[in-house]
């Protein structure tokens, strides 16, 4: 409504530049959804679980950074932010690559820098205390998201089919890929929302959720690649109830695990 009022307001009856890169923007923030990330539910999911294992005191300090704006709310923006071009640098930061016959330490981190990279960088910084509180709100908004992403196997890619994106698939007849399959398919299938996913999956003994918290980022990495053997285990081209039955433990356990590691570091950051 806003931008059409805007078009027709301009004077000369030409489209203002800045009216026509909003259009672009909410265009391109249409179709980003379509690549590259756990999908909204799924990033919801893992704020969620997350907000559920928080302490006193990180809850004290996120409500002093996004007021009554839970985790799951703002679990997304980094995603949204894909197709605004002031934040193109940030594009790598989603993933990382680590081929089948190698390790992240042989390769290292690429010079346009990586997921694995940006989480170390983000977590250090809200650890060094320095940051004033939108330097602070921009930095946790990259930790609830980039947390979320690297627990999807396909976000630790093998370097030959962009984390899967090339792998042609039909998802139940219907035309995809399999990265789509994993950030977004195999998840909205089952037509819950994420507060229902969360209250089926929060369910972790405390012993487990202390082991699951003393990891670091590149065992979450590391993990993610583990998977991959089985996440490409398509047998042709077809994806539906057997491919789904086979793997939806392992989309279960990835949300619960990435929901319990960020309360975790959200507790170690404000402790
Ligand atoms: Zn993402």
């Given at each position: 409504m806003k931008i059409g009022k805007k078009i027709n307001q301009n004077q000369k009856g030409k489209i203002g530049y800045g009216s026509v890169k909003k259009v672009l923007f909410i265009l391109l923030l249409l179709v980003s959804y379509?690549?590259?990330?756990?999908?909204l539910t799924a990033h919801r999911i893992i704020g969620e679980i997350a907000q559920n294992h928080i302490s006193k005191k990180a809850k004290k300090n996120l409500k002093r950074v996004f007021?009554?704006?839970s985790l799951a709310f703002n679990a997304n923006w980094m995603d949204l932010m894909k197709s605004n071009p002031d934040y193109s640098?940030?594009?790598?930061?989603?993933y990382c690559t680590i081929p089948d016959d190698k390790t992240y330490e042989q390769i290292g981190t690429p010079p346009e820098k990586d997921i694995i990279w940006a989480l170390n960088n983000t977590m250090g910084q809200l650890k060094s205390d320095t940051l004033n509180i939108d330097e602070e709100r921009f930095a946790l908004r990259l930790l609830i998201h980039l947390v979320g992403d690297i627990?999807?196997?396909?976000?630790?890619?093998?370097?030959?089919?962009k984390g899967g994106n090339d792998v042609k698939v039909l998802f139940f007849g219907k035309k995809s890929n399999l990265h789509r399959v994993w950030d977004s398919e195999m998840i909205d299938?089952?037509?819950?929302?994420f507060t229902e996913w969360t209250r089926m999956l929060d369910n972790y003994e405390k012993k487990e959720i202390k082991k699951l918290q003393s990891s670091t980022v590149l065992t979450w990495a590391n993990e993610s690649k583990m998977l991959r053997a089985s996440v490409y285990d398509?047998?042709?081209?077809d994806i539906s109830y057997r491919y789904i039955y086979e793997h939806k433990y392992q989309v279960q356990i990835r949300l619960k695990e990435a929901g319990i590691r960020l309360a975790g570091i959200l507790n170690e950051i404000y402790k």
């Open positions: 379509n690549a590259l990330s756990w999908g007021g009554q704006e640098y940030m594009w790598s930061w989603h627990h999807q196997p396909l976000h630790v890619g093998n370097g030959k089919d299938y089952q037509k819950l929302s398509i047998k042709g081209k």
